[in-house]
């Protein structure tokens, strides 16, 4: 319980008072008045009790002195009998009496005198009390202004400063002519709050510019100690882990209550703080975006004078390699696009020419169910649509720029159906689309719409082992656009079915089939991009299903 230095002086001085005057007043009158009263009423009960021998004595005497004259035939002897009749006695025993009794007289007045004096000594007593008291009060005012209010003025300001109110100070007076203790110590206390305060400011600012830096860094970053709490991170990690979820990392990363188990994945704080490890590179997953595989690059940070060591992660999500990967794909796609189209245009240009002259210098005039002239009439009916490849080709290589524009979904399926039609056939596959709304549109890029479709018609033609057909049907609801591309291949097993969007991760077990892993990765990111959805659903030795999910542009 809070009692102030007020309260206590207060408290303290009225016990003090009332203890020292009822102590004061008791003592005097133990010591004074009942010893005088007690030997006051000795001395009166002497007096009394000798006063009334007197008189007895006086009694006898008279009484003595009757028997004798009333009967003078009681011998006694003469000298008894003069010491009896003799009236001086009687003189002297009456001035005894009379002088006692003027003695019980001033007994009395010197009572009433000392009583007197006794109450007037009470009356200083309380009169200096009363000073005392006086005195105390305005020692009591003193310290209160001297010691009480300063320390009192000290303490508010020790209280808003550990609100964090830095700015306060001990207000001064400057009218100050005598300095005392409390006056050099308000003084020190605000100095040593404009030095605490300048400090902090520079630490605030050192801070501010260290976080300003890692914040420009593009790659996620934390410092953890080995308590597993997190010191600092980036935006970059932040982005990373979603919403603030905690200080401890397995908390913000994994979702736990409790440190992770090394059978779940290395964990580079175990690596380095256990096993002494220098550098330790992982890759994980954070249950923020489950579908995103992160690198963890973590070394250790050992501070020399604090006896500590510290974790440095820095962490990079591998979806930009992806991206990186897809526009080197595309780039590369687009050069062989673009010399493949080059060549062969050329090169079947002419044949195509060359087959124009020959049917109209000689087959003009035969008959269109002339054998000849069908064969011929076939070759360049074919040379027309080999000239169409390389141009589909340069359609799904070109540049998307930075722009999304309206997607025809319909077209751009039957563009690389086109495509890929030769690839499926030539493997014993057909390929069926259903659309029941070919003017739908979708906000995107074309050329990353159509590598969508011409990854997963690709995996559906190597997933089929003997004759088999791919099917893809577009529908479409008032704000979505699905499409979903299916065959009945070899399927996929449910343990591998959670890793098909994994980068790197192929289930190909030969070169026709096997891959870099990378391919369903594009997709999904690409899908994501337009914001978009992607679901799979498989059966071993039945078929894939991939259901790819648009929202619906504004277009009409």
Same mark, same amino acid.
């Given at each position: 319980?809070?009692?102030?230095?007020?309260?206590?002086?207060?408290?303290?001085?009225?016990?003090?008072?009332?203890?020292?005057?009822?102590?004061?007043?008791?003592?005097?009158?133990?010591?004074?008045?009942?010893?005088?009263?007690?030997?006051?009423?000795? !001395?009166?009960?002497?007096?009394?009790?000798?006063?009334?021998?007197?008189?007895?004595? =006086?009694?006898?005497?008279?009484?003595?002195?009757?028997?004798?004259? =009333?009967?003078?035939?009681?011998?006694?002897?003469?000298?008894?009998?003069?010491?009896?009749?003799?009236?001086?006695?009687?003189?002297?025993?009456?001035?005894?009496?009379?002088?006692?009794?003027?003695?019980?007289?001033?007994?009395?007045?010197?009572?009433?005198?000392?009583?007197?004096?006794?109450?007037?000594?009470?009356?200083?007593?309380?009169?200096?009390?009363?000073?005392?008291?006086?005195?105390?009060?305005?020692?009591?005012?003193?310290?209160?202004?001297?010691?009480?209010?300063?320390?009192?003025?000290?303490?508010?300001?020790?209280?808003?400063?550990?609100?964090? !109110?830095?700015?306060?100070?001990?207000?001064?007076?400057?009218?100050?002519?005598?300095?005392?203790?409390? *006056?050099?110590?308000?003084?020190?206390?605000?100095?040593?709050?404009?030095?605490?305060?300048?400090?902090?400011?520079?630490?605030?600012?050192?801070?501010?510019?260290?976080?300003?830096?890692?914040?420009?860094?593009?790659?996620?970053?934390?410092?953890?100690?080995?308590?597993?709490?997190?010191?600092?991170?980036?935006?970059?990690?932040?982005?990373?882990?979603?919403?603030?979820?905690?200080?401890?990392?397995?908390?913000?990363?994994?979702?736990?209550?409790?440190?992770?188990?090394?059978?779940?994945?290395?964990?580079?704080?175990?690596?380095?703080?256990?096993?002494?490890?220098?550098?330790?590179?992982?890759?994980?997953?954070?249950?923020? #975006?489950?579908?995103?595989?992160?690198?963890?690059?973590?070394?250790?940070?050992?501070?020399?004078?604090?006896?500590?060591?510290?974790?440095?992660?820095?962490?990079?999500?591998?979806?930009?390699?992806?991206?990186?990967?897809?526009?080197?794909?595309?780039?590369?796609?687009?050069?062989?696009?673009?010399?493949?189209?080059?060549?062969?245009? !050329?090169?079947?240009?002419?044949?195509?020419?060359?087959?124009?002259?020959?049917?109209?210098?000689?087959?003009?005039?035969?008959?269109?169910?002339?054998?000849?002239?069908?064969?011929?009439?076939?070759?360049?009916?074919?040379?027309?649509?080999?000239?169409?490849?390389?141009?589909?080709?340069?359609?799904?290589?070109?540049?998307?720029?930075?722009?999304?524009?309206?997607?025809?979904?319909?077209?751009?399926?039957?563009?690389?159906?086109?495509?890929?039609?030769?690839?499926?056939?030539?493997?014993?596959?057909?390929?069926?689309?259903?659309?029941?709304?070919?003017?739908?549109?979708?906000?995107?890029?074309?050329?990353?719409?159509?590598?969508?479709?011409?990854?997963?018609?690709?995996?559906?033609?190597?997933?089929?082992?003997?004759?088999?057909?791919?099917?893809?049907?577009?529908? #479409?609801?008032?704000?979505?656009?699905?499409?979903?591309?299916?065959?009945?291949?070899?399927?996929?097993?449910?343990?591998?079915?959670?890793?098909?969007?994994?980068?790197?991760?192929?289930?190909?077990?030969?070169?026709?089939?096997?891959?870099?892993?990378?391919?369903?990765?594009?997709?999904?990111?690409?899908?994501?991009?337009?914001?978009?959805?992607?679901?799979?659903?498989?059966?071993?030795?039945?078929?894939?299903?991939?259901?790819?999910?648009?929202?619906?542009? *504004?277009?009409?």
């Amino acid at each position: 319980m809070f009692v102030s230095l007020n309260k206590k002086f207060i408290y303290t001085i009225v016990t003090f008072f009332l203890f020292t005057a009822i102590l004061f007043v008791y003592t005097f009158y133990i010591i004074y008045g009942v010893r005088f009263q007690e030997e006051q009423k000795s !001395n009166l009960t002497r007096n009394q009790q000798y006063l009334e021998l007197l008189y007895e004595n =006086n009694g006898l005497r008279s009484e003595l002195e009757n028997i004798i004259k =009333n009967h003078p035939d009681i011998e006694i002897s003469t000298a008894l009998r003069k010491k009896i009749i003799n009236s001086d006695q009687e003189v002297k025993l009456q001035d005894t009496i009379n002088r006692e009794q003027k003695r019980t007289e001033e007994m009395i007045k010197n009572y009433d005198d000392r009583y007197s004096t006794i109450k007037e000594g009470a009356r200083l007593v309380v009169i200096s009390s009363i000073l005392i008291f006086l005195a105390i009060v305005l020692l009591w005012f003193l310290i209160r202004r001297w010691v009480l209010y300063p320390l009192n003025r000290i303490s508010e300001v020790s209280g808003k400063v550990s609100q964090g !109110n830095l700015s306060s100070r001990v207000e001064l007076s400057e009218q100050r002519i005598f300095l005392d203790e409390i *006056d050099l110590l308000a003084d020190t206390f605000n100095t040593m709050l404009k030095n605490l305060e300048q400090s902090i400011r520079e630490i605030k600012e050192k801070e501010s510019f260290l976080q300003s830096l890692i914040d420009g860094i593009p790659d996620g970053l934390r410092v953890i100690d080995e308590d597993y709490n997190i010191i600092i991170a980036n935006k970059a990690y932040h982005k990373q882990i979603g919403r603030h979820k905690g200080n401890k990392c397995y908390m913000a990363s994994q979702n736990r209550t409790e440190p992770c188990s090394s059978a779940m994945f290395a964990c580079p704080l175990h690596e380095i703080c256990r096993n002494h490890k220098n550098n330790v590179r992982v890759i994980q997953q954070f249950t923020s #975006h489950p579908n995103r595989h992160l690198a963890i690059n973590a070394a250790p940070l050992r501070i020399e004078e604090e006896n500590k060591t510290y974790i440095i992660e820095v962490i990079r999500d591998l979806s930009d390699d992806i991206k990186f990967s897809h526009q080197q794909k595309l780039s590369s796609l687009g050069f062989m696009a673009t010399s493949v189209a080059h060549e062969m245009k !050329n090169h079947l240009g002419s044949i195509r020419m060359i087959t124009e002259n020959l049917l109209d210098k000689f087959y003009r005039h035969r008959p269109d169910e002339d054998e000849e002239k069908k064969l011929l009439s076939l070759i360049h009916n074919q040379l027309i649509e080999c000239i169409n490849v390389p141009e589909r080709l340069l359609k799904l290589s070109r540049f998307s720029g930075d722009k999304m524009q309206d997607i025809n979904c319909a077209d751009s399926i039957r563009d690389v159906v086109a495509l890929l039609d030769y690839e499926a056939k030539h493997n014993g596959i057909t390929i069926d689309f259903q659309t029941s709304s070919p003017g739908i549109t979708i906000k995107g890029f074309e050329p990353d719409f159509k590598m969508v479709l011409v990854n997963l018609i690709l995996n559906a033609i190597k997933a089929i082992s003997n004759n088999g057909i791919i099917k893809i049907e577009q529908t #479409h609801t008032v704000k979505y656009v699905t499409i979903k591309v299916t065959d009945n291949g070899h399927g996929i097993s449910r343990d591998n079915l959670q890793r098909i969007f994994e980068p790197f991760y192929s289930e190909g077990k030969d070169i026709r089939s096997g891959g870099t892993g990378l391919g369903l990765s594009i997709v999904k990111s690409i899908v994501e991009k337009f914001k978009g959805s992607i679901d799979v659903s498989s059966e071993v030795n039945v078929g894939t299903s991939f259901t790819l999910k648009f929202p619906r542009s *504004d277009k009409k």
